[in-house]
């Protein structure tokens, strides 16, 4: 598929050569897959997506709803930016203004049967670290009291976990989130936490999603690592190893979580089925632009890198392929593309962020 056309499902016969711009590229990511679409049409009850004007929570809302076109699709959000909420409405998602710190806001809310939470705080939070604390701990203790008889899938983050040597496999699941250095690591547990208490005493089912870097052309591990090469800017190696997954595939993932909730609320690793190497995608970026790029520093022997292979055996891998992705990057970084300026940070290695 070379021309503007984009297909009715996520299909690897069908992927396109590049994307001429945000539209275009956010036409493509919202695509269900056939298995989504199989596993909605199964599910009772609509769905509310809390904390849905974020980067991913827009595709999110506009694919399910592709998917299921019969069930409500809500999306809940401040709706801070001009036109967010307007562009939902566009696609038939029903939204709602909502300050989910408000208890009788989130009272208030309709209760339907299926709730996936993207709320929470990360970057920007230093001399608000009483905000980090109550978007990441006290919402979800108010979020899931409110929707105690619904299927709940919560988006979490691998900076819950250790470092380790990638060699090994990543961490899995049953690696126990702990504390680590800065409060925003720390506030997720207690995120996870409150959704776990909730799902035990009130026998609600859940899944916890330890989400893996996204990657879209405006954002993620793959635009910092492109742009740096293609300004020939030095790339720092010390974090050797990530884990990347399309953003399109992840939120898949997330839709056909509701179908495998469970009780108590269970974690579940979402991310492609590789580790990647930094210095791979960046001598990859380099041919892609004709360049050589820099580096700095050596590969640690740790990264934050974990083990996929649940969410493999349950969902199956993901369907965009890392070389298309690198194709569809550099294509981006190469024509002026428009970027959020929300880095992943994920070369960070202090847990502040």
Partial sequence: MTERTV??????AELPSHFDD???????????????????????????????????????ARMIKRAAPTKRVIGVARFSEAGSQEHLNSFGVETIVCDLLNPDAVAALPRVANVIYM???????????????????????????????S????????????????????????????????????????RERMFQYFSEVNNTPGRLVRFVYAIDMRYGVFQEIADWVYNEVPIPLETGNVNVMWQGDAINH??????????PSTPINIGGPETVSVRYL????G????????????????SLTVNCDRAAEELGNPIVPINAMVRWVAHWVSSGGDTYGKPSKFQVRTGVF
């Fill in 254 to 263: 997330f839709a056909r979580l509701l179908t495998r909730c469970e009780t």
């Fill in 22 to 60: 945000a539209a275009h590229l956010e036409d493509f990511m919202s695509l269900p897959t056939q298995a989504t679409i199989d596993e909605l049409a199964t599910l009772d009850g609509d769905i509310v997506i809390l904390g849905v004007a974020g980067k991913m929570g827009v595709t999110l």
């Fill in 119 to 149: 709320a929470g705080l990360k970057f920007d939070f230093r001399g608000r670290e009483g905000f980090l604390w109550a978007m990441n701990t006290y919402v979800p203790s108010l979020v899931a009291q409110h929707y105690r008889e």
């Fill in 282 to 285: 960046a001598e990859a970026f």
């Fill in 151 to 190: 299927r709940i899938v919560a988006l979490s983050t691998i900076h819950v976990y250790p470092w380790s040597d990638s060699r090994q496999g990543g961490v899995t699941e049953d690696n126990l989130p702990l504390a680590r250095p800065g409060e925003y690591a720390n506030s997720v547990v207690g």
């Fill in 7 to 12: 297909a009715s499902t996520l299909d690897t």
């Fill in 287 to 302: 041919r892609e632009f004709g360049k050589t790029p820099l580096f700095e520093g050596t590969e640690s022997d740790s």
